[in-house]
């Protein structure tokens, strides 16, 4: 009579292996699986893999913090959209949270949870901080025309899939400026929190669709003057 051995399927506490996922995170960054090199850079999922086969793996009482507040973020989130269509990242981000144990397989998805964290607060952070900005907003300079802007930058956003960065202007009674550029702004002292002199022809005044406000977009930008003189 055969006596099979039952496979082993590593499997690892939720919260401590998030925990560890957080260590790492805070230690050395993200990496993903395809951007690892062997030997030499390696990512969030084969460390968190690692650090978990240990006796004891290594985390902080912050780190312990920071995972039960992931759990409670994203276990809000499945309670709220429940039954709405989920992404196949999502749908395995909500699987993952929700149970007490997680195997080998999902420790991808999990490792990456501190890093997926972190942008959605800081997105969710920025699209309040444009929500306040587009209350304040006017229109402002002529149409069709080429008008004088003093202005700080207060945002530069880069868009890689579409080769363009989107630059972000206020001038002094707080109206948003948008400008578009495939080039580096940085070349031209366009740079977050630098108070400028501009020239720019004003393409459109629009509403944004996402906020209601009124921003003036302006294109063929040249940097008059670096400074408040």
Do not use: W
Not at 22 to 47: D, I, L
Request: net charge positive; charged share 25%.
């Amino acid at each position: 009579m055969s006596n099979q051995m039952k496979k082993i399927v590593p499997t690892y506490d939720t919260k401590i292996a998030l925990a560890v996922a957080n260590n790492v995170y805070v230690k050395h960054g993200y990496v993903r699986t395809t951007e690892a090199t062997f030997g030499e850079r390696q990512s969030n999922k084969q460390r968190v893999t690692e650090a978990l086969a240990k006796a004891n793996p290594k985390y902080t009482k912050k780190d312990m913090a920071m995972a039960e507040e992931i759990i409670d973020h994203y276990q809000g989130l499945l309670l709220f959209k429940l039954g709405d269509k989920q992404s196949d990242f999502q749908e395995s981000v909500l699987s993952c949270i929700a149970q007490d144990t997680v195997q080998y397989k999902m420790l991808g998805v999990l490792a990456s949870l501190p890093h997926t964290y972190k942008c959605t607060i800081e997105r969710e952070k920025r699209q309040e901080h444009e929500k306040k900005m587009a209350k304040e907003s006017s229109f402002v300079g002529e149409a069709k025309k080429r008008n004088i802007f003093d202005i700080v930058v207060e945002m530069v956003k880069p868009l890689p899939h579409k080769g363009l960065n989107i630059i972000t202007f206020l001038d002094s009674n707080k109206n948003i400026i948008k400008y578009f550029t495939p080039n580096d702004p940085a070349v031209d002292g366009i740079v977050i929190g630098a108070n400028l002199q501009i020239s720019g022809y004003v393409k459109d005044h629009q509403i944004n669709k996402y906020n209601n406000g009124k921003e003036t977009i302006a294109n063929k930008i040249r940097v008059l003057r670096i400074g408040d003189k």
